[in-house]
């Protein structure tokens, strides 16, 4: 037995004795039987960064998991990327490698609401790393098995001007309910919601070493509240007004740490089906504008219920969403929501119209992956490349091409700013180190970047 071992084992129970937990003997025994075992004593782990709480647990009003990500990394005055990679890593089995660029992921909805593989996830790390339980709540994970959660986040960065307008800057953060594909409008304010993009000129932004990722700044030109942008403020109808305070209930519940039952009953979407349809439940896919054959599936439990037509089913019974989960609720009067299904894309039946529309598209976009010209032109990625491999070759190659021109010209561009930037620490009288080179140019030169190759070049010349 090291003496070290020893040590630690008297002061663990001799502190244990102060407190009065356990007696002497208690403490004789016990303490023998570990130091016999050999083993190291077992240790609580220290959370790594500051127990930094969510804002708005218990209300609608409550953050999401990457509002809540980007302000501890601003706590900590580190980039989200270093975040997540040298410090979350630690608590979490999962490989943190692959969110290794947070502006490529943090665009995903998806990872705030419910995303499996992340969500979970980025919140057990967060958990450990703050020792703060209330993190847990900052998604909708616990609804998973309840209702049926994919596709339930929204596709693009959306705000509401005007409580970005009236909250301090400390208070910035970004609801989780703006998430919501539902959601297009404020609770609040009743206004719609905008799209998070900057309103400044190419010229006029930051470049993406001096980019900053906080809830309501705008990332490419650092503008508070995008106050880069100007809106006009459009009044929400009495529908969208109702589907908001809907899912702001239904996240209060959550952030507050309430469980409901998994998965939701089929006997009470049989309930409100047959509330709606007067004692005939498949007549309420006909009044709230589903399809009969889901309709079936949810009621015999075949599949779970997707959000939207929950909402439509609560509307037209006029009982809250939260009510439902929790268990059977009378009718009331209802709202005017109905379920809007997705606009199928039209059916291209010749060869001919996909080559018209691909010219088509190639006459506005420039450079575009097979991707994007489907995306323009309304098609699957599969039909181009199925139905015209030649010309998806082709695409492909072009994008190819010039992808690797503008990664040439970056490399390029690096190259100068850091011969640049050595050049004027030289004429002052200063070291090329990583740290004169952050404060003189805010480039941060980290292992694998662009940039480090022309620093250890400046470093050695600086050396010879």
């Not at 990722?213 to 106050?227: D, K, L, N, Q, R």
Request: hydrophobic letters at 40%; one cysteine or more; proline letters at 4%.
């Amino acid at each position: 037995m090291s003496q070290p071992l020893i040590w630690i084992a008297l002061r663990r129970w001799k502190s244990s004795w102060r407190e009065g937990e356990v007696n002497a003997d208690t403490m004789q025994s016990a303490m023998s039987e570990d130091l016999r075992s050999g083993l190291p004593l077992a240790r609580e782990p220290v959370p790594l960064f500051y127990g930094l709480l969510p804002m708005g647990i218990g209300t609608g009003d409550c953050e999401g998991l990457v509002s809540y990500l980007c302000r501890l990394a601003l706590a900590h005055c580190v980039s989200v990327d270093d975040l997540v990679n040298m410090g979350l890593a630690r608590y979490s089995a999962n490989d943190f490698k692959i969110w290794r660029h947070f502006s490529t992921w943090m665009k995903d909805r998806a990872v705030d609401v419910f995303a499996k593989q992340r969500t979970l996830a980025l919140r057990d790390a967060l958990v450990g790393a703050t020792g703060i339980q209330a993190v847990g709540r900052l998604s909708l994970a616990s609804l998973d098995g309840v209702i049926d959660l994919a596709g339930m986040s929204s596709l693009r960065l959306r705000h509401c001007p005007l409580c970005y307008g009236a909250a301090e800057f400390a208070q910035l953060h970004r609801p989780l309910l703006w998430d919501l594909k539902a959601v297009s409008c404020c609770p609040v304010h009743a206004v719609r919601l905008v799209d998070s993009e900057c309103g400044r000129e190419t010229p006029q932004r930051r470049p993406r070493w001096h980019r900053v990722h906080m809830p309501g700044v705008c990332t490419e030109c650092g503008s508070i509240a995008y106050a880069c942008r100007a809106v006009s403020h459009v009044g929400a109808s009495l529908a969208e007004q109702w589907v908001a305070r809907q899912s702001a209930m239904l996240i209060a519940a959550v952030s507050d740490g309430e469980n409901f039952d998994a998965p939701l009953a089929p006997e009470r979407i049989r309930g409100l089906a047959t509330q709606i349809g007067d004692g005939f439940p498949f007549r309420a896919a006909a009044v709230c504008g589903f399809n009969k054959a889901r309709l079936y599936d949810w009621i015999h439990g075949v599949r779970l219920i997707k959000y939207a037509p929950l909402l439509a089913l609560c509307a037209a019974c006029g009982i809250n969403v939260v009510d439902v989960l929790r268990g059977p609720a009378q009718c009331s009067e209802g709202a005017d929501f109905r379920y809007k299904p997705h606009a199928r894309r039209t059916r291209i039946t010749s060869l001919d119209e996909l080559r018209e529309k691909i010219d088509s598209a190639l006459a506005v976009l420039q450079d575009p992956s097979v991707a994007a010209v489907a995306a323009y032109i309304g098609c699957d990625r599969s039909t181009i490349s199925k139905r015209l491999p030649e010309e998806a070759a082709m695409l492909t190659a072009r994008w190819r091409s010039a992808r690797s021109i503008n990664t040439a010209a970056r490399i390029l561009e690096a190259q100068a700013s850091i011969e640049s930037v050595a050049q004027n620490l030289k004429n002052a009288g200063k070291s090329v180190t990583l740290r004169n080179v952050w404060l003189e140019s805010g480039i941060c030169v980290s292992r694998g970047s662009r940039f480090e190759e022309p620093f250890r070049r400046e470093q050695d010349a600086q050396n010879d």
